[in-house]
């Protein structure tokens, strides 16, 4: 996980540089359809949204279970997990395509250079030794070449590392995690402030009898946790980082993100999940003695799912508040408007609570 990590500072080609904002912007613009199709669904699947599986302990949320291969370490694979976002792709065939081939090439070279050294000039073959201390057109080579490598990398790295710090759009879902030792807490500010507290769920011998453990429904060992997060697909995601006592990282390797989470300030980046699944990751910063034991499990879900399970947890979608407030202040301003009216010439003074009536209907307090 942390040599995927390495790859984070460092970014993807020119060539995928022009692309990038194109698919940064195609979700946005899926969110309409999106969150239209999420109001409809949500009243539908309002009733389908009880507490799921008890051992899930999930209100509201998918039952999901773990997919092979899909956000999670695999046994055996030696590379970067699958990634499910455009900067993830990005970092990937940059780590694939560009780093590992040199990375190869060099130490190759290097290898070949110190065999052929070894074996050509050794005392018994060469017993002459040269008295050569100086060759121009050598010393160019060698100090030119690595920083042309250099400059190569450089590039590509520049641009995903700006691409990984592009503001979310506005019509983002904000999500805000907070370190604790030894937890993660969640809040979604923009879905009525819905909160979340995500704990390692232990192992069936390290549990009393009668409590909650760990099954492989929930994800694999230390990374499993009792509440799991859930966000969209193809909508973009506000991730904001803060802490509550030393400095911890909230990173997912599948969406190419890793965030430190600092007391007293906010982190902030954006990310568009691609495809549905369950996603774990860890605190990725030394932040004390249970810093390995602080896991982040992620449902991905579709909008619709993603409105009824909001739903179930008392929280609203940002788009459907406001037709909420709006129609009962609808409803009322005919019914108050000719009371008013007829109100008016009688008695002035009986227009004015039937206008306060209104005015207390239209924001629904
Ligand atoms: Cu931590």
């Not at 691409?163 to 879905?191: E, R």
């Not at 965030?259 to 982190?267: E, Q, S």
Request: hydrophobic letters at 50%; charged letters at 15%.
């Amino acid at each position: 996980m942390r040599i995927a990590f390495k790859g984070l500072a460092l970014a993807a080609s020119l060539a995928l540089a022009g692309l990038m904002p194109a698919a940064a912007q195609a979700p946005a613009k899926q969110e309409a359809p999106a969150a239209a199709a999420a109001a409809p669904a949500a009243n539908a699947a309002a009733p389908a949204a009880k507490p799921a599986s008890p051992e899930l302990a999930m209100d509201g949320a998918p039952a999901m279970t773990v997919k092979p291969m899909l956000g999670q370490p695999t046994d055996g694979l030696m590379t970067i997990q699958p990634q499910v976002t455009a900067n993830g792709r990005r970092a990937h065939s940059f780590h694939d395509h560009i780093l590992l081939p040199l990375i190869t090439a060099i130490s190759l070279f290097v290898l070949a250079l110190l065999i052929w050294v070894v074996i050509r000039y050794r005392r018994a073959a060469n017993p002459v030794p040269s008295k050569t201390s100086h060759n121009t057109a050598i010393e160019i080579a060698w100090t030119l070449i690595p920083v042309l490598i250099l400059v190569a990398v450089a590039v590509p790295s520049i641009g995903l590392l700006n691409a990984q710090y592009k503001p979310a759009p506005a019509n983002a879902v904000t999500l805000k995690a907070i370190g604790n030792q030894w937890y993660w807490s969640y809040q979604y500010p923009d879905n009525g402030g819905i909160e979340i507290t995500a704990n390692l769920l232990k192992e069936k011998d390290q549990v009393a009898a009668g409590e909650r453990y760990r099954t492989d429904a929930d994800g694999p060992r230390l990374l499993a946790t009792d509440n799991r997060i859930v966000l969209p697909v193809g909508v973009p995601i506000r991730l904001i980082t803060t802490a509550n006592d030393v400095i911890h990282s909230w990173a997912v390797p599948a969406f190419w993100i890793k965030l430190d989470a600092v007391p007293g300030r906010l982190n902030e980046t954006s990310f568009t999940i691609e495809k549905p699944g369950l996603y774990f990751g860890q605190c990725s910063e030394l932040c004390g003695a249970r810093h390995g034991y602080m896991p982040i499990a992620v449902e991905a879900v579709p909008p619709a799912e993603f409105a009824a399970w909001v739903k179930a947890k008392g929280g609203s979608m940002p788009g459907e508040a406001k037709p909420a407030a709006a129609a009962p202040a609808a409803a009322a301003a005919p019914a108050a408007a000719p009371a008013a009216n007829a109100a008016a010439p009688t008695n002035t003074a009986e227009a004015a609570p039937a206008n306060a009536a209104t005015a207390e209907a239209a924001t629904g307090r």
